[in-house]
């Protein structure tokens, strides 16, 4: 059964294009009940899920619109979902991430969040990781740090001095002393 979209005609005999008119009504239902609640039932029009094709391309974009699509990662190699701002603006892709003890993630509104361990004495910068699959900062607004040392140095603690767009600044010491020590911890970064 496949769809005629010229059936009925205005000279045809219904009852000789009954079985068309009544394979358009099948295509349409079909068509219809994928990935939708049943057609005239109570939840009918509604998505049970949503499956889309992967893009080879960012979809063009109009004044007053916005663009959902999934699209190759050139981070992750794999389908990830974009939103596309109006008048073909910039593409945010909001899916990817890297789920490890130094990874990162971007949210829908293009904000890009990194975190990490660190280990240093004193003043120190602590480097991002780099590669081909981790986007850098264009901009960076905060770090955090949490003191996260686990090898038994009681007493030591590690404060946030500064943050860029490659590293986070820390100063890892004792408490009860003056000498600096060597401080595990923990941090977070929000930026773009």
């Known amino acids: 059964m496949a769809y005629n979209e010229n059936i009925p005609q205005a000279s045809d005999n219904p009852s000789q294009s009954q079985a068309q008119i009544l394979d ?3 295509a349409i239902s079909t068509a ?29 974009t109009s004044a007053n619109e916005m663009g959902f699509y999934t699209k190759e990662s050139s981070l992750t190699s794999i389908a990830e979902m974009f939103i596309r701002r109006e008048s073909n ?32 004495s004193g003043a120190h910068t602590t480097n991002f990781p780099t590669g081909a699959t981790i ?9 955090f740090v949490v003191t996260a040392d686990s090898s038994g140095t009681p007493n030591t603690f590690a404060t946030f001095r500064s943050v860029s767009t490659t590293g986070i600044g820390v100063y890892g010491s004792r408490r009860t002393s003056t000498t600096s020590t060597a401080t595990t911890y923990n941090y977070l970064v929000i930026g773009s």
Do not use: C
């Open 32 to 60: 219809f009940n994928t990935n939708h609640g049943n057609f005239n039932a109570a939840d009918q029009g509604k998505h049970s899920f949503l499956q889309m094709p992967e893009q080879s391309s960012a979809p063009a």
């Open 89 to 120: 603006g910039t593409e945010i892709e909001f899916t990817s991430s890297l789920g490890a003890a130094n990874g990162w993630t971007r949210l829908p509104s293009g904000i890009l969040l990194k975190w990490g361990t660190g280990s240093g």
């Open 24 to 26: 358009n009504f099948q």
């Open 135 to 143: 986007p850098v900062y264009a901009a960076v607004y905060t770090g």
